[in-house]
């Protein structure tokens, strides 16, 4: 008998799936390509045909241009090749999905990048009980446990109330990490205008026509110094140091990211105001969902993955690494 997932295959550039001649996430251009997200390690253009879902494949045609797409819905299937492949929500960003795949009896689900606490912007994560489950592991180390978003929206919001004639700069990649934080202070019931670096606003903009309604945005470059006092900035990360921060009204420099988790990096970056606020499962999360789903197979990708293999060991659950390259850190 053939070894389970015999028919998938790992590659530095991606994950190949052969009875479908297709390939997952793929970081080289393809003929066909399968892709989870819309983050730029994920879903690069140039592919001769992709299939995502319908808010991916907006997010692609904001990124890269249009493409050649078939647009996948939540909970549709669709046959490529001799393999049934659908669509599952991964609540990691707008659109995101863990992508399905059966073939020849055997179930082998690609989590793409995924989280499982709750996320204003996005479908929560569906577990699909499967005999291989092709895990992230980005934070794949016990030192990783992500803390209360709330509680990080609290804090950053204590902050702006204690100096007012300040602003508050938060970086925050543009797909996903930005509208989620906004939205999370929305939640939290923050109703001033948030302004925002021009590097977010075509996604901002795209999340609202997909409804996700992020309350009052201001462009910076509209805004003076003293009308930015006292409110809350988003800008990507790589704006935090630069010349256009000095604009803003003696900013407060906070960062969202899992990695603020660790403090020498926080440092590093120059960061006043670390936020722990993630859109990747944490240690726990990864853990959790192995368990829940239950696989025969854990096949580890995108991180730390010896930790994770060995947690798998110690639990009686086969584990492999694949050692795909070309994943980085955009979007933790
Ligand atoms: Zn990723
Ligand atoms: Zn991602």
Redesign the pocket.
């Known amino acids: 008998m053939a070894r389970l997932g015999s028919w998938i295959e790992p590659f530095p550039e991606g994950i190949y799936v052969r009875p479908a001649d297709a390939w997952i996430d793929p970081s080289q251009p393809k003929e066909r390509a399968l892709v989870t997200?819309g983050?730029s390690?994920?879903a690069r253009g140039g592919h001769s045909q992709v299939w995502a879902t319908p808010e991916t494949l907006a997010i692609m045609e904001v990124r890269c241009g249009p493409q050649a797409c078939e647009p996948v819905a939540y909970g549709e299937t669709v046959r490529i090749g001799e393999v049934d492949v659908s669509f599952v929500p991964a609540g990691?960003?707008l659109g995101?999905a863990q992508i399905v795949l059966d073939h020849a009896g055997e179930r082998v689900v690609v989590s793409?990048?995924y989280k499982r606490r709750e996320n204003p912007t996005c479908a929560p994560f569906e577990p699909v009980p499967c005999d291989i489950f092709i895990t992230e592991a980005t934070f794949g180390l016990p030192v990783f446990r992500h803390p209360d978003t709330g509680g990080e929206i609290d804090r950053l919001l204590h902050r702006l109330h204690s100096d007012p004639q300040r602003c508050v700069l938060v970086g925050a990649y543009a797909l996903?990490k930005a509208q989620r934080v906004i939205t999370e202070l929305r939640r939290r019931g923050h109703e001033q205008p948030i302004y925002y670096h021009g590097a977010v606003e075509r996604l901002c903009r795209l999340y609202e026509d997909l409804g996700v309604s992020l309350g009052e945005m201001r462009h910076t470059a509209s805004a003076t110094r003293q009308e930015m006092a006292g409110h809350i900035v988003i800008a990507p990360p790589s704006a935090l140091n630069d010349r256009w921060s000095r604009r803003l009204p003696d900013p407060v420099t906070a960062m969202a990211s899992g990695w603020m988790r660790i403090r020498q990096r926080a440092r590093q970056s120059n960061i006043e105001l670390p936020l722990v606020i993630s859109?990747h499962a944490d240690w726990d999360e990864l853990t959790c969902t192995i368990r829940e789903l239950a696989p025969r197979e854990v096949w580890i990708t995108h991180g730390r993955e010896e930790a994770l293999k060995h947690w798998c060991m110690t639990h009686q659950i086969k584990a492999r690494e694949l050692n795909l390259v070309g994943y980085e850190d955009?979007?933790d």
């Open positions: 997200h983050h390690d994920h990691h960003v995101s793409g990048d996903g859109d955009e979007d």
